[in-house]
């Protein structure tokens, strides 16, 4: 398989939103050159394999990756197999791999209600594994709210999921760098119209509807600016898919699991990951339509709230702690693993409690298993 562009969605929904990418992908001619992966779940309905097989048929190649093939293919490895959830959206990951095992060079992550606008979807994302010869984005926070860049209604100050809770008092104080350094977007994170990605506390505040996007097509931050990634309308080049691992989550806390930040974790482990490489996180164009799955925002502020808690403590330590040296991404990866393993045996706060320390090991452990099984895909 030589297709250049590998998207990748997990649902337990029929996924509807196949049939507009491809109209989307035939109107723009990227269809030949375009393959997605369809990760099924415990929840996923039967239909989904013939909807999969109906796209095909339209000249989308798509291919529905039903359990019993995830459990043969896992076999491969066990290990982390074992630990990639049932019923949860880190069984992506799968999607992932095989992307990368079938010689992707852009993987396009998407949700089941991501629906691509009138816009170039896949033309949009080409930008990802390119060269960056513009300026880039210095925030004086250190984290940049990308938000401040959609048009909202009703107008209010919002934050992406995921962004530092001390943060959400200041509005962005950026300056732009220009730099003779070479530069490659290595990420490239699409946003959204009508339903932002937005936390559970944003939300319970009041309904958002994101009317449209007024920033640049493309804003490339430096590797001193932060922000949450996503794995909604986001494109990784090849090189970095290894280091865009969705964390496994739903480990029992006190009140309930941790959820709904693997993403998160992950996105804010691939900047860390990156850290004097080439490689920049883009924001801005393509836009995806996101029909937002009904919720329930008091049941997700109590999966969130230790994923907030502990991303505000997470990050000043990524940011200032953790100096990845390695030249291979693997490897940055296996010295995370032991990084995230040392702070959560020797750095927790007081408030913290035995599962958060289980978590991070595990984490640790998991993100180990990911390494040995992109090393073992990539030779």
Same mark, same amino acid.
């Given at each position: ?13 029929? $996924? ?11 109107? #723009? ?10 990760? *099924?779940?415990?929840?996923t309905p039967v239909s989904c394999a013939e909807i999969c097989e109906n796209v095909s048929r339209s000249g989308l190649e798509t291919h529905f990756l039903h ?13 982390? +197999?074992?630990? !990639? ?7 992506? @990951?799968?999607? +992932?791999? #095989? ?6 060079? =852009?993987? !396009? ?34 984290? #940049?709210?990308?938000?401040?860049? %959609?048009?909202?209604?009703?107008? =209010?100050? !919002? ?34 119209? @009508?339903? $932002? ?7 319970? @505040?009041?309904?958002?509807t994101s009317k449209g996007y007024h920033g640049p097509s493309s804003l490339v931050l430096s590797q001193k600016t932060w922000s949450p990634i996503n794995t ?7 090189? %970095? !898919? ?5 964390? &496994? ?10 959820? =709904? ?5 992950? *996105? ?7 850290? *004097?490489?080439? #490689? ?5 164009? &393509?836009?995806?339509?996101?029909? =937002?799955?009904?919720? @329930? +925002? ?25 100096? &990845? ?18 702070i959560g045996k020797n750095e927790l706060p007081t408030w913290c409690t035995r599962e958060v320390q289980t978590f991070l090991i595990q984490t640790s452990k ?14």
């Open positions: 398989m030589n297709k250049k562009n590998h998207i990748v969605l997990t649902t337990i929904r029929e $996924p509807v939103v196949l049939f507009e990418l491809q109209k989307n992908l035939s109107q #723009y001619g990227h269809l030949d050159d375009t393959v997605c992966w369809v990760v *099924g779940d415990k929840k359990l019993e093939e995830q459990a043969t293919w896992g076999g491969r490895f066990p290990d982390l +197999y074992r630990h !990639i959830p049932f019923n949860n959206e880190t069984r992506r @990951n799968i999607g +992932y791999l #095989y992307a990368l095992e079938n010689n992707c060079e =852009r993987l !396009i992550s998407i949700d089941d209600d991501n629906f691509p606008t009138n816009d170039d979807f896949i033309g949009g994302h080409i930008k990802t594994g390119n060269p960056w010869t513009g300026d880039l984005i210095e925030e004086s926070t250190g984290f #940049y709210n990308i938000c401040e860049h %959609l048009t909202v209604y009703p107008e =209010r100050l !919002i934050f992406p999921r995921g962004f530092p809770l001390a943060l959400r008092s200041k509005k962005n104080n950026c300056r732009s760098l220009s730099s003779s350094a070479e530069k490659v977007i290595g990420v490239n994170s699409g946003l959204w119209l @009508n339903a $932002p990605d937005l936390d559970a506390i944003t939300y319970l @505040n009041g309904n958002v909604q309308n986001t494109s990784v080049q090849r090189e %970095l !898919i290894p280091s865009f691992f969705c964390i &496994p989550m739903g480990f029992a806390f006190p009140g309930g699991s941790i959820e =709904r930040y693997g993403d998160i974790w992950g *996105g804010y482990f691939l900047q860390s990951l990156i850290k *004097g490489t080439p #490689y920049h996180v883009c924001f801005g164009s &393509p836009l995806v339509d996101h029909h =937002r799955n009904e919720h @329930n +925002y008091l049941e997700d502020l109590r999966h969130e709230y230790w994923g907030m808690i502990l991303t505000d403590w997470l990050l000043p330590r990524l940011r200032e702690n953790f100096k &990845p040296t390695d030249a291979s991404m693997i490897d940055r990866i296996i010295h995370l693993s032991v990084f995230i393993d040392d998991i993100l180990f298993l990911w390494s040995n099984a992109c090393r073992q895909i990539t030779g």
